[in-house]
């Protein structure tokens, strides 16, 4: 289909990137290597989200592109760019004049909430219709997932010693099996009703030849799925490093 190869030019998501991909070589502790390579391409997951055709057909045709496009904003570029982060630029923000601010917004105890009830609440169907029929408020959303995406995710993917949002590995792996609740609150609910939630779509998902109904089951199993295999997979692999260490425990006892 055409629209595949459809992007658009909206100035504020260009200019945007740009700045976030050049204000990089002015954060502390900031060179050439890995980090910067997962800065970068955090920022081109956010402009592929916004300015494609994920985003041209999400918000004018699809649901599912819609919902393909929110998890990449929360859940594949948030922590692309919080592992690009340089260690002395989180240190400089844990040391400045916003630390107390910047560990409360990190601690799991609010990070955790915050992401659940930001993911949740924009998917009650009357406030993500009233959304997208209201430019701001469609940004504010896009802008509200990649918050609450760089504080969840640096919950487990930053630690500092002595720091209150350090967690064991059972800690981190309660933690990202948290994570994935949203996907079952709103992507199996939405999969499995038996009527369009999104009136939104109703009449224009047909346009593209597929029904409403399915094209809204379609993208809550996609969000589930998609969401379940992150996370889980993430506390897994937290949980397997556990392992050995537990073993060589076992084996060192008389």
């Given at each position: ?38 800065w970068?391409?955090g ?101 509200s ?6 504080l969840f995710?640096?919950?487990t ?14 800690g ?7 994570g994935?609740l ?15 939630a ?7 998902a ?14 809550g199993?996609?969000?589930f799925v ?29």
């Open positions: 289909m055409h629209w595949l190869t459809v992007w658009q030019f909206d100035p504020s998501v260009w200019v945007g990137c740009a700045l976030g991909l050049v204000a990089y070589r002015w954060l502390p502790g900031a060179h050439r290597g890995r980090r910067l390579y997962l970068v391409a920022v081109l997951v956010v402009f592929v989200a916004l300015e494609s055709a994920i985003d041209v057909v999400g918000d004018n045709y699809l649901f599912t592109l819609h919902m393909a496009q929110h998890l990449m904003l929360s859940m594949v570029a948030p922590p692309l760019m919080v592992l690009g982060l340089p260690p002395q630029t989180i240190d400089a923000l844990l040391q400045g004049r916003a630390r107390r601010l910047v560990r409360l917004l990190v601690d799991p105890c609010f990070a955790g909430p915050a992401y659940f009830a930001v993911l949740v609440g924009w998917h009650w169907p009357p406030l993500f219709d009233f959304a997208l029929t209201h430019p701001p408020v469609h940004v504010m959303q896009h802008l997932f990649i918050a609450v995406g760089l995710w640096w919950g993917l930053v630690h500092r010693p002595g720091e209150r949002w350090n967690l064991s590995g059972l981190e792996f309660a933690y990202l099996t948290v994935a949203p996907a079952v609150v709103v992507g199996l609910t939405v999969a499995l009703l038996p009527h369009p999104y009136l939104y779509y109703l009449h224009r047909p346009l593209l030849g597929i029904s409403a109904l399915a094209d809204q089951r379609v993208g199993i996609l969000m998609f969401d379940n295999v992150v996370m889980l997979g993430v506390a897994g692999g937290y949980l397997w490093r556990m392992l050995p260490a537990d073993e060589a425990r076992l084996r060192a006892q008389p």
